[in-house]
């Protein structure tokens, strides 16, 4: 399992109720149920996903994101997991709404566009970065929503959302020295546990 889900997993409660967003093979939720007891559904697009998904015995829904989650009620979830998607959807900063208004908390990983190589890749070679966590050319990306850590902070800040715990990493999604101490620019994964005020 990715480090980055191992992380997302120490953060889900014994016997949450969970949805998770763009729930691609099934990996996580199946590992959740195994060990931690949860319950709940994916949402995925990909037939492939949803195939993979389905040999696992993974509860999973054919959902396009970009169409919203009205079809789920208010605080039907204990938390929502998104990872690696937020940043393909056409407005993540709605997404973020619903996934806040179907679950007291959610879970949000992304690549960090600000990142030194990124960066580096960008102004000394005058192309659009491939790295790990950016792996598509810039013609056949699903990413077309690409951000920063400070760009997410300020969303959330915009939306008076509290973050609750972050972590961020390298392309393997592994905790590193320089990145906790500037996650901007050396963090090349992050994730976010972010709740309402008052939730």
Request: hydrophobic letters at 40%; glycine letters at 8%.
């Amino acid at each position: 399992m990715r480090s980055d889900l191992a992380l997302i997993r120490r953060w889900v409660p014994e016997g949450a109720h969970i949805l998770d967003l763009g729930c691609g093979d099934g990996a996580l939720l199946d590992t959740l149920a195994r060990e931690k007891g949860v319950s709940g559904y994916g949402l995925e697009i990909d037939p492939e996903g949803i195939t993979a998904c389905m040999a696992r015995g993974v509860n999973v829904i054919e959902q396009n994101l970009d169409q919203g989650l009205a079809n789920f009620d208010d605080n039907a979830y204990d938390l929502v997991i998104m990872t690696q998607a937020l940043q393909a959807l056409r407005r993540p900063d709605l997404m973020l709404d619903e996934m806040l208004r179907i679950a007291e908390e959610c879970i949000i990983t992304f690549p960090n566009f600000a990142y030194w190589r990124h960066r580096f890749y960008l102004g000394f070679k005058g192309y659009m970065p491939v790295s790990k966590s950016l792996p598509y050319a810039w013609y056949d990306t699903p990413n077309i929503h690409l951000s920063t850590f400070n760009d997410f902070e300020r969303l959330c800040r915009d939306k008076d959302l509290i973050i609750r715990d972050q972590a961020v990493g390298n392309g393997d999604h592994e905790a590193h020295w320089s990145a906790k101490l500037w996650p901007n620019l050396f963090g090349e994964t992050a994730v976010y546990r972010i709740g309402r005020h008052g939730a």
